[in-house]
């Protein structure tokens, strides 16, 4: 070249766009990013209290483009029991457990626990204002589950004297429940009358279940 040379000229190479370079040319030279995605096995989880999975699923040793595959799926606790309890021995106005009607709520969570209930009994001659009563119990916490008390059946008649009555009925006793770890609940039966003979009284959980709604 002729003539006086008075400088330098520094000449930057240009990156080729190619879908798989991974550089990136800055003012401050090359970058090289690169993301790694971390993720568990399907049907794994992350914890133990975790309502929802996350699957991911890399892609092969030396893909062009990399490709990786994430995926989300709802992995709630659930349980379900019944049960049944007679209350002809049990006092009056006093809550008694439905044998085999409990369950344990694993961890902490907000759960919908439900519990279908069905009870039953016999009147004779004059009787006034007989019931039966359902409800859920927290046994770890030694406290009713708030919005849960049922009225199972009802007589609030009077009937004949001599003639005997059978009076069955059913409903299903439910609430949202918050816990903040592992929780015993379980169903409670009781029975009341103002006047009059009853007997036979029973009750019955039919299906009492949980199933948790979130974290």
Known sequence: MAGNCCGSV????????????ALE?????????????????????????????????????????????????LTPVSGQTTGSV????????????????QLTLPEAGLYEVIADVQGGMIMTGSVSNAWLQARLFDVTANA??????????????????????????????AALYQVAGPTTIRVEGLKHVDSGTTSGQAVWALNFRFKKVSD
């Open 144 to 173: 009713a589950v708030p919005l849960t008390t049922r009225t199972i059946t009802l007589f609030a008649a009077t009937p004949a004297v001599g003639v005997i009555h059978t009076l069955h009925g059913n409903t299903s006793a």
């Open 86 to 101: 007679g209350l002809g021995a049990a006092p009056f106005d006093t809550w008694t457990t439905v044998t085999g009607a």
């Open 10 to 21: 520094r000449v930057l190479p240009r990156l080729d766009p190619a879908a798989c370079n």
């Open 25 to 73: 040319q800055t003012a401050s030279g090359l970058l090289v990013p690169r993301t790694t995605l971390q993720g568990i096995a399907p049907g794994g989880a992350v914890s133990t209290e975790r309502s929802i999975d996350v699957d991911v699923t890399a892609p092969p040793t030396g893909a062009c483009p990399e490709t990786w595959t994430v995926g989300a799926r």
